[in-house]
């Protein structure tokens, strides 16, 4: 019975490329209209929008449906810092686009350099090269700027994927040295179910699973240090997943 789980989940990830390489063809004339919408934040939205509309398509194609909730937790008038955890390459997909209103996402130049997909994936980033500290510099100043923008940053707090056999690795401080500089409040979002579909120590694997997304209540970084914030923000997803 395991055999035939590995052979189905290796052409059902064959299945997942392929469907994920022609839907991302069919929109990309949309998203190129994106680059005609001056008005930044406008932009940014209708990219992000193109992006759900893509993502809900293909996560229906591979048979993952996606359930969200918590999206009340977003002031339509605020914009926050929306923290993820990290588990398979699947959660890219998942987070940016279904945040609501404009957004951005901290990201690796690397995927940048691919055709087509690279200028696509630069839309929705902000990019860093983690080995270069000038780079990582930097990228914390565009981070501010796409939060005095009005738009929301979302960010791995975990840095990469989670290889562990626990909920979560330990939070680096970045997206809590930034909440602190640019005082916006922090939104913590469980992602489940990807961890199940792309199992983080199998290559080219994918399984039909459902997938969550829950916002949680904004957190406030008033009167806290990034590592008091760190601790409280890690400690409330972890309680999150411990109980699922």
């Not at 840095?159 to 680096?172: E, H, I, W």
């Not at 199992?199 to 008033?222: G, R, S, V, W």
Request: hydrophobic share 45%.
């Amino acid at each position: 019975m395991k055999v035939f789980k590995n052979i189905f989940a290796r052409i059902w990830a064959c299945w997942g490329l392929i469907s994920f390489l022609i839907t991302f063809l069919l929109i990309y004339p949309f998203f190129l209209c994106s680059f005609l919408i001056t008005n930044k934040i406008k932009s940014q939205l209708y990219f992000n929008t193109i992006s759900s509309i893509w993502m809900r398509a293909w996560l229906m194609i591979i048979a993952c449906p996606l359930k969200i909730s918590g999206k009340n937790n977003f002031d339509s008038t605020k914009n926050y810092i929306v923290v993820f955890n990290h588990n398979a390459l699947l959660d890219v997909p998942l987070s940016s686009p279904f945040v609501p209103g404009a957004n951005k996402t901290i990201a690796k130049t690397s995927f940048s350099k691919i055709p087509l997909f690279g200028l696509y994936y630069s839309k929705g980033s902000v990019l860093v090269d983690r080995k270069n500290e000038k780079s990582r510099a930097k990228s914390f100043e565009n981070m501010l700027d796409v939060l005095k923008e009005n738009m929301h940053m979302c960010i791995y707090p975990e840095g990469t994927r989670n290889r562990t056999d626990q909920p979560l690795k330990n939070f680096y401080d970045g997206a809590f040295k930034l909440a602190i500089e640019s005082k916006k409040e922090i939104i913590p979002c469980i992602i489940t179910g990807t961890k199940e579909a792309m199992p983080i120590h199998k290559k080219f694997y994918l399984l039909p699973t459902k997938l969550t997304l829950t916002f949680l209540q904004p957190i406030a970084p008033e009167g806290l240090n990034a590592t008091e914030l760190n601790k409280k923000v890690y400690t409330i997803m972890w309680n999150e997943l411990t109980t699922k």
